[in-house]
């Protein structure tokens, strides 16, 4: 069964050093997301991207992220210099395009630990 | 800023008997919901879905119910298994858009042997 697969599975970073998260989506969606989950809180949007571009983001991603796929197949989000605030879960997901049924796939995630 | 409600942080449900959550949403512009399932460590998992012009549907032992005019539904898993336990969110969206997920905080069923 097709899948998103995310890696790695954990980072630890200092603060003020940049992260990329890398993500594999599913090979024939076209609509691509990351989340994240602060340890105890909800599931929260911070940008979905289509067509090689961003098609909306949330307060929470600011100047210091960054989505990019370089290739066909991958999916990154970068964070420029990492803030405590930013440990969290981060989930990568993915939909097709034009579907009555709009389910988005996750990834098992990457803890994002800033110390 | 909650758009959806899950308003029970825990259920508890002996094996076999039937689970409900609940689920309340604010923004009457959701046409589409959807329910995950989570366990510890892993990312959510898709479980049922529902579009705003049903007001049920089935799929196996799940069952998501929508009332529109209340703004609210819910997921009944009949019989409940000890696998089943974890943490359930609903989810929102208005399709249209970049189809973002709205989600709740989630409730975590535990079911008991």
């Known amino acids: 069964e097709p899948e998103v697969t995310q890696t790695p599975s954990h980072q630890v970073t200092q603060m003020g050093q940049e992260v990329i998260l890398r993500c594999v989506p599913i090979?024939?969606?076209?609509?691509f997301y990351w989340y994240r989950q602060i340890l105890g809180q909800k599931v929260e949007f911070l940008v979905s991207?289509?067509?090689?571009?961003?098609?909306?983001k949330s307060e929470i991603f600011d100047d210091q992220f960054s989505v990019e796929r370089p290739d066909g197949s991958n999916f990154t989000l970068k964070i420029r210099s990492t803030k405590l605030e930013d440990s969290a879960m981060y989930f990568c997901?993915?939909?097709?395009?034009?579907?009555?049924?709009?389910?988005?796939?996750f990834g098992q995630g990457t803890r994002l630990t800033v110390v | 800023d909650q758009q959806v409600k899950q308003n029970s942080p825990s259920l508890s449900v002996q094996e076999g008997r039937i689970s409900i959550l609940n689920c309340d949403y604010t923004?009457?512009?959701?046409?589409?919901f959807l329910w995950y399932k989570k366990y510890p460590a892993e990312g959510p998992t898709f479980l049922i879905s529902i579009s705003s012009i049903k007001d049920k549907n089935e799929d196996g032992r799940f069952t998501v119910f929508l009332n529109k005019s209340a703004k609210h539904l819910s997921l009944h898993i009949v019989p409940s298994q000890p696998g089943d336990s974890a943490v359930y969110f609903c989810?929102?969206?208005?399709?249209?858009?970049?189809?973002?997920?709205?989600f709740g905080k989630g409730t975590k069923l535990t079911v008991n042997p």
């Open positions: 923004n009457s512009m959701f046409d589409y």
């Open positions: 090979s024939n969606h076209l609509y």
């Open positions: 991207f289509y067509n090689n571009e961003i098609s909306e």
């Open positions: 989810a929102a969206s208005a399709r249209g858009g970049s189809e973002k997920l709205v």
């Open positions: 997901a993915s939909s097709e395009l034009q579907s009555m049924n709009i389910e988005a796939f």
